[in-house]
């Protein structure tokens, strides 16, 4: 086997995240920052850019949506109600079946009267 002990593995994955650290910190320091004006610059174009789109978005769905009005997309061409009619009953009219018996409700109300 190899003389050389296989470090921990917590241990690697420490030291890897200190070499990245490093690296970055190098790369930082070759990159070449914008200057107050030109960043003020980039800011306005890019605040500019997105109000146009904005306006321009906006503008397109206001125009869609009254397309889609004129041609009656949204406009339904006829008007449904349902009607609903409750037919009154009376306790003389309904008949309660039980055990294959039928009964009218006047004569339930006949028999309870009489008990």
Request: avoid cysteine; proline fraction near 1%.
């Amino acid at each position: 086997m190899s003389d050389k002990k296989k470090e921990n593995i917590f241990v690697r994955f420490f030291k890897g995240i200190g070499r990245r650290f490093v690296e970055v910190r190098q790369e930082m320091k070759r990159v070449i920052w914008p200057t107050k004006e030109k960043l003020a610059q980039i800011a306005v174009v890019v605040l500019t850019v997105i109000l146009f789109a904005a306006v321009l978005l906006s503008l397109v769905g206001k125009g869609t949506n009254q397309i889609l009005t004129w041609a009656g997309f949204y406009h339904q061409a006829e008007e449904t109600t349902a009607a609903t009619t409750a037919v009154e009953t009376t306790a003389a009219e309904t008949t309660v079946t039980v055990s294959g018996t039928t009964t009218s409700a006047a004569d339930t109300t006949a028999e309870t009267s009489q008990s």
